[in-house]
């Protein structure tokens, strides 16, 4: 898993050197002494690993705040939170006596409303009607109407179902409860449509593209090696981490993946010409800090100790990447640097 240059990494490349750090601002000179034993790595140019491993939380393109549309107080809610839910499903109810009535007053007065019209249609039909009398009862008979349709719309909104499919990951309000129209109620989570985000750093994210596929496992026997590919990749920087979100779709598995679920992403490998594969990877206690707060390596040439500043960009499941300062080839002491300067002569084990 990678991860990008942080406080984490100054702050473990600050403790592993704070033992030289005293040696080192000291004047540094060859000694006579006898050779130190160290432990020397050669420095090779690919990457111990021909894939790229990170780790990614599940997330949804769709997360719903479900409330009613008119206020009262809660007489029902039909499900728990972690239940699954279907679109158009009975979620609650407020108590509805008042929009009952409302709605019966409003239906009486439509009767009363269509009735007249009736009446006074055959007066108009026989020219018996002045036309200002006609025009009123039309208008009359449209308001009723709308009256009762907004009654009716009312009565239902004291009923509230689910407007999408998908997992209750949070119930807001109880049964007893007076809410307001549009409080929240339940928070509702699509599995329908799943990405699994990774964090990738800055000189890395030139190497991911839109449609690459990837292979995502979780930490249960039946969510292995699930087929992903790409489908969005961050072009503004996370402004703390400076690394870019990757956004990998992947199927909901029947319900059995849900958002919040930490699972490993493993992209394809890359191409040899690939500026990736020659990065050299090297044991993190092996890069130092020294007293300018520069990057450093104690490195073995003719059988004396050289410092070699570097500069490091990300940590890896296997050490740190150093992107320049050293090359292919060269000897970097991984265990007793602690006892050596500039010059020191040195034995390796």
Known sequence: MKVGVSAFLWAAFGLLAGNVLISCAKKEKATLSPPVKVTVEKVSGTLQTSDREYSGIVSSAETTNVSFA????ITQLAVAEGAKVSKGQLLGKVR?????????????????????????????????????????????????????????????????????????TKKFA???QTVVPVEPIYEIVSTNDLT????VSENA?????????????????????????????????????????VKVAIPSSNGKI??????????????????????????????????????????????????RFVEADELVANGVIVKSGLQPGDSVIVAGMQKVGTGTIVTTE
């Open 205 to 245: 994210i030139g190497n991911f593209s839109e449609g690459e596929k990837a292979t995502v496992s979780f930490d249960r026997d039946d969510l292995k090696n699930i087929e992903g590919k790409i489908t969005q990749k961050a072009v503004v920087a996370d402004p703390l981490t400076r690394s870019y979100t």
């Open 258 to 307: 849900l958002p919040g679920m930490t699972g490993n992403v493993r992209f394809e490998a890359l191409e040899p010409d690939s500026p990736e594969v020659r990065e050299i990877v090297l044991p993190t206690q092996a890069v130092l800090l020294n007293e300018d707060n520069r990057l450093f390596v104690w490195t073995v040439r003719n059988g004396r100790a050289e410092r």
């Open 174 to 176: 109880d049964v007893g």
């Open 70 to 73: 008119v206020g009262g107080t």
């Open 96 to 168: 509805a006596g008042e929009y009952e009535n409302a709605y019966n007053i409003a239906l009486a007065q439509l009767e009363e409303a269509q009735d007249g019209y009736q009446r006074l249609k055959k007066l108009h039909d026989a020219n018996a009607l002045p036309e200002v009398k006609w025009v009123e009862m039309q208008q009359k008979l449209k308001q009723a109407e709308n009256a009762a349709e907004m009654a009716q719309r009312t009565l239902k909104d004291a009923t509230l179902y689910s407007p999408v499919s998908g997992t209750v």
């Open 196 to 199: 699994i985000d990774v964090s």
